[in-house]
């Protein structure tokens, strides 16, 4: 059976085709085809109310800068597979840059585009030729929707955001037990953070 080909057609003549950085890389490195700035966090106060004083309360908004970087090539993802813009951990690091919106479907035939997002407090310029992100291209499986009435039963039901993570906390009832009022924070911390860990270790031994 022959490797799938993935296809790049570059849009302008300072493009730069995605390459591994290594053969043993899993992503394409992506390049800018243009300069410019992504702007820094932005941090905005607004007034939500009063207290029981009538003093204000502010409520700090941060908004991240972003900007859509063109990499002047289009590509042909294999059929069965999809490319996924991820951040590369160098500018994540040292420049707080983040990729944000990053799915392209191997029927998508437009420019890739990168959405950086500055999430820092200091702007941050690229030239164009720049590595901005990496993309991944990962099998996937599309099976059919079948819509249902019912769904089968299992332990965590529609247990989320968090809930395996709070079994050893759970197990105290914490309206009822008095000894947990007088914790100090770091030590109720501490004791979320032991919970934690125990799900993970539990986690792991499951599967």
């Not at 310029?125 to 991944?136: N, P, T, V, W």
């Not at 009022?181 to 953070?193: I, N, S, T, V």
């Amino acid at each position: 059976m022959s490797n799938p080909r993935f296809f790049v057609k570059r849009l302008t003549e300072t493009a730069i085709a995605p390459k591994r950085g290594s053969a043993q890389a899993a992503g394409y490195d992506l390049y800018a085809d243009q300069s410019g700035t992504v702007p820094s966090c932005s941090y905005l106060e607004k007034m939500v109310g009063l207290d029981c004083n009538n003093n204000a309360v502010v409520q700090k908004i941060v908004t991240t800068g972003s900007y859509l970087v063109s990499t002047g090539v289009a590509v042909k993802i294999p059929v069965g597979y999809y490319g996924r813009v991820a951040s590369r951990s160098g500018l994540a690091v040292k420049n707080t840059i983040e990729v944000g919106a990053g799915v392209i479907d191997s029927d998508y035939r437009g420019e890739v585009k990168v959405l950086l997002r500055n999430l820092g407090s200091q702007q941050f310029e690229f030239k164009s030729g720049d590595r901005i992100a990496q993309l991944i291209i990962e099998k996937i499986e599309t099976p059919e929707v079948e819509e249902v009435t019912d769904l089968d039963v299992t332990s965590r039901g529609d247990g989320g955001f968090g809930s395996t993570g709070v079994s050893l906390i759970n197990q105290i009832n914490i309206e009822s037990d008095r000894s947990l009022a007088g914790l100090k924070p770091e030590d109720f911390l501490k004791l979320r953070m032991e919970a934690d860990a125990k799900s993970s270790v539990s986690a792991v031994t499951d599967s």
